[in-house]
């Protein structure tokens, strides 16, 4: 079984949404499905199909957030130092060909959300990330083509 590097907040955020899922959720598409039923044959009954295939969707969620969950390794960020990049590292980058400055903080894969500015270990810029210090410059290959990025801080908040 293949451990899952966290954070504290993103196990927090796991178990959360977990507790909201099993206390809320369910009772709630219980109760659509209990509903759907009295309107007559089952068969021809979108309003029953459609509250069964949200039931499926939310159990399924819930057994793979158990999972993720049963498997989590929580980092705690705020006891880690170096002038490496390694996980829960949040890097300052400068885009060699814009100039343009990014801060990525390196996480794990459930809590990974770009719009927040935090990125999976497992993404292709962690991966050439990993193991530089300041000054370094890194070259990725992503979708839209080669990229080059010159790491310009390495902080652990």
């Not at 504290?8 to 959720?25: D, F, M, P, S």
């Not at 006891?79 to 400055?101: H, M, N, P, Q, R």
């Amino acid at each position: 079984m293949e451990k899952i590097p966290m954070t504290a907040a993103g196990y927090v955020a796991l178990e959360t949404e977990l507790k909201h899922r099993q206390q809320v959720e369910r009772p709630r598409i219980i109760q659509q499905i209990s509903e759907a039923r009295t309107h007559g044959d089952l068969s021809e009954n979108a309003e029953y199909h459609a509250a069964k295939e949200v039931q499926a969707h939310n159990e399924s969620r819930i057994v793979e957030l158990e999972d993720k969950l049963a498997r989590a390794e929580v980092i705690d960020v705020s006891k880690l130092s170096g002038e490496t990049v390694k996980f829960g590292a949040t890097v300052t980058l400068i885009d060699e060909d814009t100039d343009k400055k990014q801060v990525w903080q390196i996480v794990g894969e459930p809590e990974a959300d770009a719009k927040k500015g935090r990125i999976s270990i497992s993404s292709p810029l962690a991966r050439a990330l990993v193991g530089k210090k300041k000054g370094a410059s890194v070259e990725v290959v992503t979708p839209a083509g080669a990229k080059a990025y010159e790491v310009v801080k390495v902080e652990w908040r």
